[in-house]
Every structure is written in C-alpha cells, then in structure tokens.
C-alpha cells in the first residue's frame, strides 16, 4: 500500500489558510510536511495492478508522484495500472477525482448504492463513460473479490458502515441536523490479501464505538481518521467555527477521543490519515506529536509504504 495523500479536505496547506501550520509548511519549515488530499492505493502484487480507496481532487498529482500508478514504458499509448477506485463516503476531497480520470479509461468503480446514487443524480459525473467505467454497488458486511477490466486485482474488500455523517453539500433539511441517517453515507474497509492479513482503512468517523473496536480487534494494520487533535481547534485557529465532531470527525484527544477509544485493542500497527490543516501533529517536533506516538501511533504522510 502507499498513502497518496495523507491530509484532510484541502490539503496542508489548505490554497487559502493563513494558520500558522499552512505557513510553515509553505516555508517548508523542517518537520513540516505538505500533504495531498485523502487518498490510499493498494496493491495484491503479481502484476494485478492497483487499486486507489477515494479519487482524491489531486489525483493527478498523486499520479506523477508515484510510478507505480503511471503507464509502463511498453504499455499502449493510453493505459494505466489503476484498475479500481472504492469510496468511502460521497465527500468532495473523495470523489471530485473521478473527474480527472474520465479520459476513456477503463476502470471498476465501487462505492455503497447510497454513494452511487450521489453520483448517478450529479450529471458532471456522466463524463466517466459508463461503457468503460462500470459502477458496482456494494453491499455492507459482505466481502467481494476487487476486480478491474483485466480482472481479480488480488484484493478482498469488505465495506462495513461507521458513525459519520452525510456529506458537507448533501446538508439540507432533516440530515443537516441527522448526521447518522443514512449507514452507507459513511463506511471503513477491511482489505484482506490472498494469505489473510488483515487492514482497516477509516478515513472518516465521529465515534468510536464497541462495534468497531470489535471489528477491528486482530487486524494487521488500522489507519484510521486523525482529522483534528482537539475538537474545538479549528475555532481556536481562526479558520472556522465548526468542531470536529460537527463534521463528523472524533477528536484525537479530549472526552471520548480516539487516543483512548482505541487503547486495548489488539492491532499491530496504528496510523492517523486525513489530517486537516490545524492539526499539530503535522509538526514534527510538536508535544502533540510526541503524545500520539507515545501511545503507539504513526502520523501518515505522502508517499508513505506500508507492505504485509
């Protein structure tokens, strides 16, 4: 696997934050990394190809970035080793990607019926041509083989839904207030490789709750929703006034944060993704940083691998 892009919506830094982290990080402080908007890439191996969990707005930067993703040398004049894209929830920083890769490439593009059928009512979306592209719905808590025009890519996946919230543009009415009222508005995955282990990938959730802990009890490696350190931070930095658990992300520290939530939970390898741009921990050398790895966490960055 490889972190395409380890920040939260907008990436760090953010095109118009003024917070003291976006400026280092245009400084290019040392210990402060930018980052690239939410996004994983998994690979089975055996020349399968890859697949990329959301189809993040900075896709194609991730492309140039990674050689894995682009064409080989001896490959027809359009192809492309990405096979597959699954999502996660309907946000923007997760599928405003897609439009990047409509240039009539074929791929296999899963989500839940709920998020597709986001897709299916925004007629932007119809540039992904549905002859080339096929659309999968998937259902939760039951596992499938992740397939591409080729093809098995190597990879089973299971959808399982998580405490979120609809996303930020489908706010209107009831589910502005009703955060949890639809389960396939929000889902983790559990990928699994041909010898059984085991990765949970939960870019977004607003609670950890005994289902989950449950869920993820054994697994092999968790990389899990580190949007803010605090819940009230974004307020505290002047860049807005919406808390964390507002738009639908559990806090790393604070009552009920994912620091404890998570302790005693049997996992070998614990990594925070979709870092948003107020978060301390970007800084290397931060206290907050410093407690997080302390308790046996990593802070994902771009470009980071991470192989079973």
């Not at 380890?6 to 934050?17: I, V």
């Not at 931070?233 to 620091?259: C, F, N, W, Y």
């Amino acid at each position: 696997m490889k972190i395409l892009g380890s920040a939260a919506g907008g990436g760090f830094p953010q095109w118009n934050c003024n917070y003291r982290l976006s400026r280092a990080a245009r400084a290019r402080a040392p210990g402060i990394r930018p980052r690239l908007q939410s996004s994983l890439a998994a690979s089975g191996g055996d020349d399968r190809g890859w697949v990329l969990f959301n189809a993040s707005p900075d896709i194609r930067q991730q492309i140039n970035e990674t050689p894995e993703l682009q064409p080989a040398a001896d490959a027809p004049s359009r192809s492309t080793p990405i096979r597959a894209v699954v999502l996660t929830n309907a946000d923007v920083d997760h599928l405003a990607g897609l439009l990047s890769l409509r240039e009539r490439q074929a791929f296999h593009l899963y989500a839940t019926p709920r998020v597709l059928g986001v897709l299916e009512a925004n007629p932007i979306f119809r540039v992904l041509d549905p002859a080339l592209v096929r659309r999968v719905p998937v259902l939760l808590d039951r596992p499938f083989a992740i397939e591409g025009p080729q093809g098995e890519a190597g990879l089973t996946a299971e959808l399982f839904a998580v405490p979120g919230k609809v996303a930020l543009f489908l706010e209107t009415g009831r589910r502005a207030q009703d955060f949890e009222a639809d389960p396939e508005d929000t889902v983790g995955v559990r990928l699994t490789d041909a010898d059984g282990r085991s990765v949970f990938y939960v870019p977004g959730c607003a609670r950890v709750d005994p289902v989950l802990r449950a869920r993820v009890e054994g697994g092999d490696v968790l990389l899990f929703d580190g949007t803010v350190f605090r819940d009230d931070e974004m307020a505290e930095a002047g860049v807005g006034s919406k808390t964390g658990r507002r738009m639908g992300h559990q806090p790393i520290t604070g009552e009920d944060g994912s620091l404890d939530a998570w302790t005693g939970v049997g996992v070998a390898r614990r990594i925070f993704v979709h870092i948003n741009n107020t978060n301390p921990i970007l800084d290397e050398a931060s206290p907050e940083r410093r407690l997080v790895e302390a308790g046996g966490w990593e802070v994902a960055f771009d470009g980071m691998e991470i192989a079973l």
